[in-house]
């Protein structure tokens, strides 16, 4: 694998988790909405602090799921969003156990090409078409996971000069500059909205 050069303002230890440990990233995909990116991604890190070792879909499967939320609940929370987002973790992780031997990289690994990537992650739970694409885009270009066509499953987010999404952020400069995409998106959708 590709060592990743997606380098967040979090915990340096959270980043490197993130670096070795695929299910570790997968989750912070998961936790991806309505937090900040860096809530999301230093999450998965708080996780394993709080479990004691790193991150096992095995595990997180097969999870009491009240014990599971109080772990995703105890301050600060992992998310904004604690019981439903334990679930959607543990979710993925039974898909991960039933399809891929509870390895997230298989869930990558061998895939033919760009198509096939695109449809195994939006088949996991929560993972909408735009989600998917994110996920392609952050495999893509911070991790050499790029089947044929992997560009283009991952629509606008695989284009080579975007900063739309995490798959983008390298350091502060491109951080900042997916905020500020994000902004005017989030801006053009509240004014269709309002009709502006």
Not at 120 to 143: M, S
Not at 149 to 176: E, F, I, M, N
Request: charged residues 25%.
């Amino acid at each position: 694998m590709v060592r990743m050069t997606l380098v967040l303002p979090i915990d340096p230890e959270a980043n490197r988790l993130l670096e070795r440990s695929p299910l570790a990233l997968l989750v912070g995909m998961v936790l991806d909405q309505q937090v900040s990116m860096e809530k999301a991604f230093s999450s998965p890190y708080v996780l394993a602090q709080r479990l004691g070792h790193d991150l096992d879909a095995t595990e997180l499967a097969g999870y009491d799921p009240e014990a599971l939320v109080a772990i995703f609940a105890q301050p600060p929370a992992l998310h904004r969003f604690p019981k439903a987002m334990a679930a959607r973790v543990q979710e993925v992780c039974q898909v991960l156990v039933e399809r891929y031997d509870g390895d997230a990289a298989l869930l990558w690994a061998e895939v033919a090409d760009g198509p096939e990537l695109l449809r195994r992650v939006a088949a996991l739970p929560g993972f909408g078409k735009q989600k998917a694409q994110i996920f392609v885009a952050l495999l893509g270009k911070r991790f050499g996971v790029t089947p044929q066509d992997w560009r283009k499953a991952a629509g606008d987010y695989g284009d080579p000069g975007a900063y739309r999404s995490v798959a983008d952020v390298t350091d502060a400069d491109s951080l900042r500059r997916v905020r500020e995409f994000k902004q005017q998106m989030k801006a053009a959708a509240k004014a269709k909205a309002t009709g502006g």
